[in-house]
Every structure is written in structure tokens, then in C-alpha cells.
């Protein structure tokens, strides 16, 4: 189906509103705390919405929906749903303890708790992990979707996209994303519900649809599934969960912006709560991709991008490629603002030049911005891959999650770690890891992440017994911040909770 005029001004207006909206907002911000936090004054509903739009990129609407498309089904909702539980977990157990110290990033946390090393190392992982691995796969999601929808040469996609994406981040920092999520991730989320509405419709209905997937209809596969088995639902999956939501830079510095605790508890459940349109708005979309034109999808990644090119209508069509195309830049953009806050506040600042004013570090960041870009966007353009996107920053981050996980959850559960326990988690995670890989490649990676962080853990505990802390280190308290919580942030959080439950029992 050709891609019309209507298509193409549908998309002029959508990017005209959305980047005119968001840098508008973003003018005029100077200090490190504006340029890096928004100015530490998001409300909950825009902190909501954009973790939800920085989370939900092509990397999902590709990678999420081509493993539905493959042999995971459903069940690659797991990711989303566990998610939707751990972010209320995150919201409770994690966040007000972030917000109180007044910190920009989690390594600069891990410096109050463990010394100078711990930051350090984490800033590096941290630094990479986005270089590498997860902004490369959203400059490849992003190219893979250009050049199924439109026939466009994806290096050139991928090129086009970073250039786009540059722009925009080094004009406003923090604030231009979260603006930009607005729009966009209430765009994904609407034309990807659209999206299934209409490939139900074309499968016959919704018995028909569910006659042909039914094998694919359900949340816990079994045991000896090499990919996400339902023992990794009760252990593995959990390690990236709490790493992604509670200690990933680009998801947690929207709430580190918030203007109190309360807000900040119930931005971050609000997306817990978005997050459980995921099964339908993503996941279904790859199901019916694979029932409707399954012998024209090459790879399974072009599974949604195929369905939007052959089933969605002219100017619908359009506002939806929108979105997607949106959802790339606010991603991208996202993903380059925290690299390049953690570059300059935790390394720059920290161990370079202390003095550095205000302006500089703005300076500073830009210039890490462009370095970082020019690295994701050579290995968006490599080999790696091409074996499907979502496995490839799951099995990836697998290397430094448990490390980081571990080093968090012992800090907060054992005020007596010294600097050595930490500085341990963050050494020792890669190596374990990849030994696990070495020696038993067709073990599911979740399980090797648990493994991973069970010897962690262990060997946190050595160290503490035989070096603990004498007195407990003193974590700096921000005296301008409201702590006070809410009553609502309880009931949203049970019910995000309760509504999970209920979807894995329907489609158990």
C-alpha cells in the first residue's frame, strides 16, 4: 500500500506540533539542573507519560512484536506486565530514598553509599550499556521500520535518525524529551490499539484471531522454553526488572525531575498503569502480522512495520509512522541526555574539573552527546543485530545488570557494606556472567542472570562479614524537598498489582 500525500501531511503536522511544543518549553534553560532534571519541577501525569514514551520505542513495537511474531507469543508481555509490578516496587522501596539525597544519577547514589570506585565503575557500565547496546537497538528498530514501510535504505534510515535526534536533545536537554513524550507516547499507544482493532477486523474477528494463535495465547510457557520459560517468570526476569525501572538512568531521571516525593511515587505507578496496554497496543500486533502476512516477513523484527504498511489506512496510516518516527527521536534523545549527564556529572565533574561552572557542564554534555551518538551509530550499522533486537539488549544487558542490581539491593539492605562490597558486585558481574554464557550457551540468559546475582550476593555478604563498615555512611538529605506521600499512591499501586494478576490468570 503507497504511502500518500495525506500520509505525508499528517506527518508534517504531528512533528511540527511536537517539536514546536516541547523546544518551546525547553527554551532558556541554562543551569545543570534544568538543562539535566527539567529543573526538578515535573508533575506526575508528565513524568508518567514520558517514562511510558521514552520505554515504548521501535525497539518494543519492533523487537516486541517480532518475538510475538516468532515463537514467544504473548508471553513476551511478561516484560511489560513484571515491569508494571516492578515499577510500583521502584516507587515505594527505591525512589523516595533517590529523591531525599537530592541526587542526578544512580551512580552518584552508589558514591554516598560505597566511595568514589563504585560511582566510577557504574558510570562507565552505565556509559556503555547505552553506547553499545541499547541506543544502538533503537537507531536499528528505528532504521529496520523506515526501510520496511517506506523501501528506504536503512543505513541511510539510521543515519537520517541520529542527525534528527542530535538536533533536538542538544537544544533542550531533559525538558524537550518529556515534552515530546507527551505527544508521542500518547500517539503510540492510541494508533497501536487502532492498529490491532483493525488486524482483528481483518483476521476474521475476534474467534478467528484467536483460533489461529491460540497455541501463542498464553502468558507461561514451559519449563524448557529457550526463551523465556515460566521458572524465569518467578526468578530471572526480575533482575533486568528492578536494573530497567528502578536503576536505569533514562527511566529513573524523569523521576529524580519530580517536584515531590508524592509526585514522583505517582508518575512513576501512572506508567505502571499505561504499561498494561502493552499486550494489545505491541504484542497482538505482531500476532495478527505473523497470521496475516506471515510469508512476506523476512525477518521477524519487520513483523509490526509490515502490518502498518498493508492494513492501516491512508492518513491513519501516516499519523501512525508519526509516532513510531517520534518515538524514535524522544528515545534517542532520552537515551543520549542520561549518557551524557552520568559522562558529565559523574566523571567530568567529578574527576577532571570539580570547578567547572554551570555553563560548561551544559557545554560539557552537549559535546558527550555527540560523541556518544557517533558510537551507537556505527554499531547500529554492524551485524549485531540482526538476530533480533529484543533479545539482543536483553542478553547484552546481562552483563552489568546483576552487578548493578546487587550492588543497590545489599546497600540498602545492609548499612555495614563497606567500599569493597560494591566495588566487588560491579567487578565481578561481567566475568560470572559471561563465564555462565561460555560454558552453558542454551541456558535461558534469565536464568543466567539470576545465577549471577545469586553469587553476588554471596560474595557480598563475605566481604561485609569479614570487613564491615564501623559506622554506617551518611547519605545527604534534601532539605527543599516535600516528602510527604499519599493515600492515592497506595490504592493506584494495589491496583496496578491486582490488574497484572488478572491478565496472567486470563491468559495463563
Not at 26 to 55: C, E, K, Q, T
Not at 398 to 403: E, F, L, T
Request: with cysteine.
Amino acid at each position: 500500500m503507497a504511502f500518500t500525500g495525506l500520509d505525508i501531511a499528517v506527518c508534517a503536522a504531528f512533528f511540527a506540533a511536537l517539536l514546536g511544543v516541547s523546544l518551546w518549553k525547553s527554551r532558556g534553560r541554562a543551569s545543570s539542573a534544568d538543562y539535566f532534571l527539567g529543573g526538578r519541577a515535573l508533575p506526575w501525569w508528565l513524568i508518567g507519560i514520558s517514562i511510558v514514551a521514552a520505554n515504548l520505542s521501535t525497539e518494543q513495537f519492533v523487537g516486541m512484536a517480532g518475538q510475538a511474531a516468532g515463537d514467544v507469543g504473548l508471553a513476551v508481555s511478561a516484560w511489560q506486565l513484571t515491569g508494571s509490578v516492578g515499577i510500583v516496587v521502584v516507587a515505594f522501596v527505591f525512589l523516595p530514598r533517590f529523591l531525599r539525597t537530592g541526587i542526578y544519577t544512580m551512580p552518584e547514589y552508589l558514591e554516598y553509599r560505597y566511595g568514589a570506585t563504585a560511582r566510577a565503575l557504574m558510570s562507565v557500565l552505565t556509559v556503555v550499556i547505552y553506547a553499545l547496546v541499547t541506543t544502538p537497538a533503537v537507531l536499528y528498530s528505528g532504521g529496520t521500520a523506515l526501510e520496511t514501510v517506506f523501501d528506504i535504505d536503512r543505513t541511510t534510515a539510521i543515519v537520517a535518525i541520529a542527525a534528527v535526534g542530535l538536533g533536538y536533545v542538544l537544544w533542550g536537554g531533559l525538558l524537550a524529551a518529556v515534552w515530546a513524550d507527551l505527544f508521542q507516547g500518547t500517539a503510540l499507544l492510541l494508533g497501536g490499539l487502532v492498529t490491532v482493532v483493525l488486524g482483528v477486523q481483518a483476521c476474521g474477528g475476534w474467534d478467528a484471531f484467536v483460533s489461529h494463535n491460540e497455541p501463542k495465547l498464553h502468558m507461561v510457557l514451559p519449563r524448557d522454553h529457550g526463551e523465556l520459560p515460566w521458572t524465569a517468570l518467578l526468578g530471572g526476569i526480575w533482575i533486568p526488572i528492578v536494573y530497567y525501572c528502578g536503576l536505569n538512568q533514562f527511566i529513573v531521571q524523569r523521576a529524580l525531575a519530580a517536584r515531590s516525593v508524592a509526585q514522583g511515587q505517582l508518575g512513576v505507578i501512572f506508567a505502571g498503569a499505561l504499561w498494561l496496554l502493552v499486550p494489545f497496543a505491541i504484542v497482538m500486533p505482531g500476532l495478527v502480522a505473523e497470521q496475516l502476512h506471515g510469508d512476506r516477513i523476512a525477518r521477524t523484527d519487520q513483523a509490526y512495520p509490515t502490518l502498518v504498511r498493508e492494513l492501516v489506512p491512508s492518513g491513519l496510516r501516516g499519523f501512525v509512522l508519526a509516532a513510531l518516527a517520534g518515538a524514535v527521536v524522544s528515545s534517542l534523545a532520552s537515551m543520549l541526555n542520561s549518557a551524557s549527564t552520568i559522562l558529565t556529572m559523574d566523571l567530568f565533574r567529578r574527576h577532571v574539573r570539580p570547578r567547572t561552572s554551570e555553563r560548561d557542564l551544559v557545554l560539557v554534555g552537549r559535546l558527550c552527546t555527540v560523541g556518544l551518538l557517533a558510537l551507537a551509530t556505527f554499531v547500529s550499522l554492524s551485524e549485531l543485530l540482526e538476530g533480533g533486537v529484543f533479545r539482543f539488549i536483553q542478553e547484552f544487558q546481562g552483563y552489568v545488570s546483576p552487578g548493578i542490581v546487587a550492588a543497590f539491593v545489599f546497600g540498602f539492605a545492609s548499612k555495614r557494606a563497606p567500599a569493597a562490597a560494591g566495588t566487588a558486585a560491579l567487578l565481578f558481574s561481567a566475568p560470572i556472567y559471561g563465564l555462565l554464557q561460555w560454558r552453558w550457551p542454551d541456558v535461558p540468559y534469565l536464568h543466567r542472570m539470576l545465577v549471577t546475582f545469586v553469587a553476588l550476593l554471596l560474595l557480598m555478604a563475605a566481604i561485609t562479614r569479614w570487613r564491615p563498615l564501623e559506622v554506617p555512611r551518611p547519605l545527604p538529605e534534601r532539605t527543599d524537598l516535600d516528602t510527604r506521600s499519599s493515600p492515592l499512591v497506595v490504592v493506584a499501586g494495589v491496583a496496578v498489582v491486582l490488574a497484572v494478576v488478572a491478565f496472567f490468570v486470563v491468559f495463563w
